[in-house]
T-cell receptor
Framework: DTEVTQTPKHLVMGMTNKKSLKCEQH?????MYWYKQKAKKPPELMFV???????INESVPSRFSPECPNSSLLNLHLHALQPEDSALYLC??????????FGPGTRLTVL | GEDVEQSLFLSVREGDSSVINCTYT??????LYWYKQEPGAGLQLLTY?????DMKQDQRLTVLLNKKDKHLSLRIADTQTGDSAIYFC???????????FGSGTRLLVRP
């Protein structure tokens, strides 16, 4: 298995909802990442987990809460989001560091 | 500071070669990367080059690195309509887990 999978593909939520994004990889990679990408912009790093521990948090608001239950799974819990949080959320993994392999993304719309 | 710059748009005819250029600022980057993003999709790692190399070829792709000028280019030979996408170059940031992306070059291949 040489890919990163993300669910759901699309998500529409209200500002009072709680939802979660999921990411999975079975390449034995030990680092996993969450990125946010707005239209016509490059991805922006949000969080990095290395060996299942949070190693980088790029000053992301607390309404985004990452979780790494095991070395293959990465979740992003969402609560009380704002319309400006609407974006494509990308998950990536890497061996530990260096080349990152991206999933297809979750298109999030906050109403 | 770290900054990666790319031209925004390139249009070529099918069958021609495409050259996408990138300049970066951090001379300590160990690896430099090229990613491709098709509409509505995640990022696909196309190729990367180690900083002590000046050229890398992989089928239709040729990467050239000029460390003195901090200039990276991606040449696509025999460009096809399926190559139409946004191409991002990226350098390593202050951590091997961080990628600094350029703004992306939109490649349009005309039939």
């Amino acid at each position: 298995d040489t890919e990163v999978t993300q669910t759901p593909k699309h998500l529409v939520m209200g500002m009072t909802n709680k939802k979660s994004l999921k990411c999975e990889q079975h390449m034995g990679h030990r680092a996993m990442y969450w990125y946010k990408q707005k239209a016509k912009k490059p991805p922006e790093l949000m969080f990095v987990y290395s060996y299942e521990k949070l190693s980088i948090n790029e000053s992301v608001p607390s309404r985004f809460s990452p979780e790494c239950p095991n070395s293959s799974l990465l979740n992003l819990h969402l609560h009380a989001l704002q319309p400006e949080d609407s974006a494509l959320y990308l998950c990536a993994s890497s061996p530990p560091a260096n080349e990152q392999f991206f999933g297809p993304g979750t298109r999030l719309t906050v109403l | 500071g770290e900054d990666v710059e790319q031209s925004l748009f390139l249009s070529v005819r099918e069958g021609d070669s495409s050259v996408i250029n990138c300049t970066y600022t951090d001379s300590s980057s160990t690896y430099l990367y090229w990613y491709k993003q098709e509409p509505g999709a995640g990022l696909q790692l196309l190729t990367y080059i180690f900083s002590n190399m000046d050229m890398k070829q992989d089928q239709r792709l040729t990467v050239l690195l000029n460390k003195k000028d901090k200039h990276l280019s991606l040449r696509i030979a025999d460009t096809q309509t399926g190559d139409s996408a946004i191409y991002f170059c990226a350098e390593e940031g202050d951590s091997s887990y961080k990628l600094i992306f350029g703004s992306g070059t939109r490649l349009l291949v005309r039939p």
